[in-house]
């Protein structure tokens, strides 16, 4: 299938509706993901414990990984076991040796290959292979982004948002588990990225957050391979305190929302931050795991960031109903508007370059 977006917005036609339905595009878009960096989570991971396995993008990369530490120091590493492809590390923990469940092979907490049971007569073992391969990794003040198949360093999709913002102490910023959740929705990843993209449904979808934004002044700007969105509230409450040296000083800024090309949404607001990681199951079902870091917990609920749980339901509400429609035969491919779309222009010329 052709994409084929005119980098014109005037001129150009969205995605063909069966981008966001067909099993057999679906399909090709491992190798979009395979390339992508990813965020898996914090350094505060390992405070207790210095193994925590996971697995990078369930149900599109399902690749099974280990975070490490070892004086102070962070690895991920591939938990699959070199010696019969099990998984090796289970549960977090706090251990000297990574051991596997199947046949005794024992790894240091680094991943080099320590012992193996029944291996006396093996020629030239171990090598270097036999070690658990390490899976790129970078950390931004304390946040944690992996990725499988690196093309790219970190900051080709975060610079934007690090010039931004590298002067918020997120490191500082406390996870809350039980303000995280897990959002179902029966619908394209793609499309659930198309909505976040624009503020033009704000005052159709969202009644409750349009009351606190100028809709106005609502401005969205992609950067290579970031789509930043910046909602200016009607007021100087609840919005930013910003350094008088910051390039947005003076103005009432309610939120940032920052949009990592191809499925990461980083939300901050005046009492911290949300994560949203889009998380493709199929090419009509996605999930939407949901990270909570709050930095001052006197602002929560208060201002845009304050009922997000309400957003987000509205915005699956909306983007189910969608799915429905552009299964249609009446319809394939809309136009933009060049003053509200940008983002999901972007986001679109994005995916015709990579795919």
């Given at each position: 299938m052709k994409i084929d977006i005119d980098k014109d917005i005037r001129k150009a036609k969205t995605i063909p509706s069966k981008f966001y339905h067909s099993p057999k595009i679906y399909?090709?878009?491992?190798?979009?993901?395979?390339?992508?960096w990813q965020f898996i989570g914090d350094t505060s991971l390992l405070d207790k414990n210095n193994a925590h396995p996971g697995i990078l993008l369930d149900g599109m990369l399902n690749e099974p990984y280990v975070l490490t530490k070892k004086d102070e120091k962070v690895k991920c590493l591939s938990n699959v076991c070199t010696h019969r492809g099990n998984v090796v590390c289970n549960d977090s923990c706090n251990t000297k040796t990574l051991v596997c469940g199947y046949h005794g092979r024992q790894f240091e907490i680094d991943g080099k290959m320590k012992f193996m049971p029944e291996?006396?007569?093996?020629?030239?073992?171990?090598?270097?292979?036999?070690?658990?391969?390490?899976i790129s990794m970078e950390i931004w003040k304390n946040l944690i982004f992996i990725i499988n198949d690196k093309r790219c360093d970190l900051s080709e999709v975060t610079s934007t948002m690090v010039e931004r913002l590298d002067w918020l102490?997120?490191?500082?910023?406390?996870?809350?588990?039980?303000?995280?959740?897990?959002?179902k929705v029966n619908a394209n990843w793609a499309l659930y990225c198309d909505n976040y993209l624009e503020g033009f449904h704000i005052p159709y979808v969202h009644k409750d957050l349009n009351k606190e934004l100028e809709y106005e002044d609502y401005f969205t700007e992609g950067i290579d391979n970031t789509v930043l969105q910046i909602g200016i509230g009607k007021g100087d409450e609840n919005?930013?305190?910003?350094?008088?040296d910051h390039?947005?000083?003076?103005?009432?800024?309610?939120?940032y929302y920052f949009f990592l090309f191809p499925n990461m949404m980083f939300n901050f607001y005046p009492w911290g931050l949300s994560i949203n990681?889009?998380?493709?199951?199929?090419?009509?079902?996605?999930e939407?795991?949901?990270?909570?870091?709050?930095w001052k917990e006197e602002l929560m609920g208060k201002g845009a960031g304050g009922n997000l749980d309400k957003v987000e339901l509205e915005d699956g509400e909306i983007v189910e109903t969608v799915q429905k429609g552009i299964k249609s035969k009446a319809y394939d491919r809309g136009r933009y508007s060049p003053k509200r779309e940008i983002g999901v222009h972007h986001f679109h010329l994005l995916l015709q370059k990579y795919l």
């Open positions: 399909k090709k878009l491992r190798n979009l993901f395979d390339k992508s291996f006396d007569d093996v020629k030239n073992f171990p090598r270097k292979d036999d070690d658990l391969p390490e102490p997120v490191d500082e910023f406390k996870y809350k588990p039980e303000l995280s959740r897990t959002y919005t930013f305190d910003l350094p008088k390039q947005d000083y003076g103005k009432n800024i309610a939120a990681v889009v998380k493709p199951k199929s090419s009509e079902y996605t939407i795991e949901y990270f909570t870091y709050v």
